[in-house]
């Protein structure tokens, strides 16, 4: 096992942070597992290390929450990882920070979402990841000029949906989520709505919805809960509406300090996320899809 059509025998490898991530992606492709070792000098410069690759392809494993510590270090690791003898370098990023400022909204702003894309095109072969919030542009190869794939997981919420909350409205608080509600909804086969958002600021935000839903029990499902004042709007006006129970289901579960605790004050029955960032909510696992993604590029 392990020998990879696009680069010799492949390798998973990860920072400590996220090494329980990628054993798992590592056994569900029958590979092997190897460390990136991350020394930090008293100055706050970092040094990583890795093990020689001989012609391997590399699958570094990254989240990146918390973006601004780790982005520098994940590109020593792939610096270092090619001159190790890597053959081909990839990235499995469960969770692509830096996505949603893609476009100057106020004058004298970056598009980030460029910047880091680039830094990520040049240093990697191949970007894998998930739900990574891609509105104004239609794929992630406008953003990154590497080779680049999103892996669905809408299935794996689906699933969750059908197990857990059988006969509920699937709801997404925006109209730019509609099409990761509908993919959950039809294969739950669920109901869904979509609710209209204005952002008034960080932590302000207004959501209506046009019309009642038709259930009893409602599922938020949204790709990302930062400051989580768009699940609590949702639930609020959810339960406005008469909706006895809502539950959230988000993707990536950034949730800033104080943000759970006010969702769940808003009248959250259950709140859960895919563990793309290691969090207390995780209850859908994402190793297996990145796992399979790879097998099927084999
Ligand atoms: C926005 O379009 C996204 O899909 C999320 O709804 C948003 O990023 C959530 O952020 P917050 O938790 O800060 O409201």
Not at 166 to 193: L, Q
């Amino acid at each position: 096992m392990g020998n990879d059509s696009m680069g010799g025998e492949l390798k998973v490898h990860a920072f400590a942070d996220g090494a329980a991530y990628a054993r798992r992606i590592a056994r569900g492709l029958g590979v092997s597992f190897a460390p990136v070792r991350l020394h930090r000098f008293p100055d706050g410069e970092s040094l990583v290390r890795v093990a020689p690759q001989a012609g391997r392809h590399a699958v570094l494993v990254r989240t990146l929450s918390d973006p601004n510590s780790k982005i520098l270090d994940t590109l020593f690791a792939a610096d270092a990882l090619r001159r190790a003898g890597a053959s081909r370098v990839s990235l499995v990023v469960p969770y692509l920070a830096y996505m949603r400022q893609d476009k100057v909204f106020h004058p004298g702003e970056p598009i980030s979402q460029r910047v880091i894309g680039k830094l990520l095109g040049e240093a990697f072969d191949a970007v894998l990841t998930m739900e990574p919030h891609l509105h104004r542009v239609k794929n992630l190869a406008e953003v990154i000029p590497c080779e680049t794939s999103t892996v669905a997981v809408a299935p794996a919420v689906a699933r969750w949906v059908k197990r857990e909350a059988k006969g509920c409205v699937v709801v997404g608080p925006d109209a730019e989520s509609w099409r990761f509600v509908e993919a959950i909804a039809r294969a739950a086969g669920a109901a869904w709505i979509v609710g209209e958002k204005q952002r008034h600021g960080d932590r302000r935000v207004k959501i209506t919805f046009a019309r009642t839903p038709a259930a009893n029990h409602a599922v938020i499902v949204d790709d990302i809960a930062s400051s989580g004042v768009t699940l609590a709007e949702a639930v609020r006006e959810l339960r406005r509406h008469g909706v006895v129970n809502v539950d959230a289901v988000v993707v990536h579960a950034v949730f800033a300090p104080g943000a759970l605790a006010m969702v769940r004050r808003a009248g959250a029955r259950r709140i859960v996320s895919c563990d793309t960032i290691s969090h207390p909510t995780n209850a859908i696992r994402t190793a297996p899809l990145f796992a399979e993604a790879l097998r099927r590029a084999r």
